[in-house]
């Protein structure tokens, strides 16, 4: 089953309460404060990993929580740390806050891995809190909780090809012959109901990712169909292989299919609309086709259209080469800009604990040590 978005509950976690311990030994006649140091709660990071290709483990659970910290014991031994939880989602997974809306990451490629919910910090033992004036201090510090995150996972394929065109233009039987991909293939309209990758290859040395996108309809990026659900997977992919069947089945003409289809990707993103396009004239198998790729070229003057038949194969080779040749004139496309990007506004940058721990320690020794001054010069 392919699922694309998921929303999901990410929790750091607890961290350990601090220990409050005495030393009491046999022959040791002064004792004093060990307790030892609560361990940090884990974190819940999202790592991209090659091979994971759908959202589908976010829908069955809905709620990560990593381990807490264990509480510290006494003679001054530290409770064990949290295990980190680490989830699998594929490339190309964009990392949303639900409640602001804001992307926080980007998850290209693969083997990224961002922090999205950190680890409480486990709570000070007693032993932290010894001065020259409190020399036994009967308190600990709690751990602190971890951090809690609602995410909206949304996922956009990374492939090199994205094959468009209205339903029934042959995209998935195009697919099938250029790959091992082996998508339903029909006779009746919207038989492909998500995208689907194949991989094809020119030699040894020469491969293409393909994705597959359902078929699109006009106002599908107004909800119409299932367009406006699957035009965001080709968003990422270098060039736009545009399918026209040339013997439509509802009567229409190959130029009204191919206006139609410009002015979905136009009005869903003009960035969409401005990507590389091999316009590929398909079922040149069937009667009275020759003539309609002749009407379709006289109204797109100067464009190249690549006449082929995806059914008995004929033409697929110069498409494949063609194809080859304007990805490698075209960058892969860059990753979205995302919050965790922008050095100015990292919402999941937290303080460092060492140097918090630190001036939180300072302060309290400070105080005591005011608080001596004062006893000092009341005894005199």
């Not at 030994?25 to 940090?40: A, Q, R, T």
């Not at 997974?93 to 639900?98: A, E, W």
Request: proline share 7%; aromatic share 4%; charged share 25%.
């Amino acid at each position: 089953m392919f699922i694309d978005e998921a929303e999901i509950e990410v929790a750091g976690g607890d961290g350990g309460n601090g220990c409050m311990s005495m030393r009491r030994e046999k022959y040791i006649p002064h004792g004093g404060p060990d307790g030892g140091d609560g361990g940090n709660g884990g974190s819940v990071y999202l790592q991209a990993v090659a091979g994971v290709d759908t959202l589908l483990d976010m829908v069955g659970r809905h709620h990560w929580h990593a381990p807490s910290g264990e509480p510290g014991m006494g003679k001054k031994k530290d409770g064990k740390a949290g295990t980190d939880l680490i989830i699998r989602v594929p490339p190309g997974t964009l990392v949303y806050d639900r409640d602001t809306g804001v992307l926080l990451a980007d998850l290209v490629p693969a083997g990224r891995k961002v922090l999205v919910a950190k680890g409480g910090r486990g709570g000070r033992g007693n032993t932290h809190f010894t001065t020259s004036v409190r020399q036994a201090p009967e308190f600990a510090e709690p751990g602190k909780p971890g951090q809690v995150r609602q995410l909206k996972l949304q996922l956009r394929l990374i492939a090199d090809v994205g094959l468009i065109g209205l339903p029934n233009a042959g995209k998935s039987t195009l697919l099938s012959r250029l790959s091992a991909a082996r998508p339903k293939v029909a006779d009746y309209p919207f038989t492909t109901l998500s995208p689907q990758l194949g991989i094809a290859e020119l030699d040894a040395e020469r491969r293409l990712v393909l994705a597959d996108i359902p078929g699109l309809i006009a106002g599908a990026h107004r909800g119409a169909g299932l367009g406006q659900d699957f035009l965001r997977h080709i968003e990422r992919t270098r060039v736009l292989v545009h399918l026209i069947d040339m013997v439509p089945l509802d009567g229409s003409t190959p130029v009204k299919s191919y206006e139609i289809i410009r002015a979905e990707l136009a009005a869903y993103s003009p960035k969409l609309a401005d990507k590389p396009e091999i316009l590929v004239a398909n079922k040149m198998d069937l009667t009275g086709a020759s003539e309609q790729l002749a009407q379709l070229r006289a109204a797109l003057p100067g464009q190249t259209i690549l006449a082929l038949s995806a059914a008995t194969g004929t033409g697929l080779r110069p498409l494949l080469e063609a194809i080859w040749q304007l990805v490698q004139s075209v960058p892969p496309a860059e990753p979205f800009a995302a919050a965790m990007d922008t050095p100015a506004n990292l919402p999941l940058e937290t303080p460092d604990d060492d140097a918090q721990l630190a001036m939180e320690i300072a302060a309290i020794k400070a105080d005591d040590q005011r608080k001596g001054r004062y006893y000092k010069k009341s005894l005199e």
